[in-house]
C-alpha cells in the first residue's frame, strides 16, 4: 500500500476532494489508521460518522459520538510539499533501502 500512517495526504474525490484553504492551498489531511487487507485508509476529519455508543462500565456515559469512518486508499494522493499538490510515489533502492520518492519532482517523501 502506498499510504503509511502518519503521511500528509490530499483527498482526490469525495465530499471532501480537492478543496482550497483561505490561502488558496489545497487542503491536507493527515492519515491515523491504514488496513491493507480492506484497502482502506482512516483520515483525520474526513468522512465523519455517528457512533451509538453503550456505556461500558459503572458510571460510564452512553450516547452518539462523532468518529471518523474508513474510505479507500484510491481516493486519497500523497501529498509533495515541493509540488504543492497530491502525486504519485515511486520506491526506488537508496543504499539498499526502499525509500518513497515523489515521481514528478523526486523529492523523498
Known amino acids: 500500500m502506498h499510504i503509511k500512517t502518519g503521511d500528509t495526504v490530499v483527498l ?21 489508521a491504514v ?3 480492506e484497502g ?9 460518522i455517528h457512533k451509538h455508543v453503550k456505556p461500558r462500565k459503572q458510571g460510564d456515559v452512553g450516547g452518539i459520538v462523532d ?14 510539499p515541493k509540488c504543492k499538490k497530491g502525486v504519485r510515489v515511486k520506491n526506488p533502492t ?8 515523489c515521481a514528478k519532482c523526486g523529492q523523498e517523501l
Open 12 to 32: 482526490l474525490t469525495g465530499r471532501y476532494g480537492d478543496k482550497k484553504d483561505a490561502n488558496g492551498e489545497i487542503k491536507t489531511h493527515k492519515v491515523i
Open 67 to 80: 468518529a471518523e469512518g474508513a474510505i479507500y486508499a484510491s481516493k486519497v494522493a500523497l501529498y509533495c
Open 35 to 37: 488496513s491493507p487487507k
Open 40 to 48: 482502506k485508509v482512516i483520515v483525520e476529519k474526513v468522512n465523519m
Open 94 to 101: 537508496v543504499d539498499g533501502k526502499k525509500v518513497r520518492v
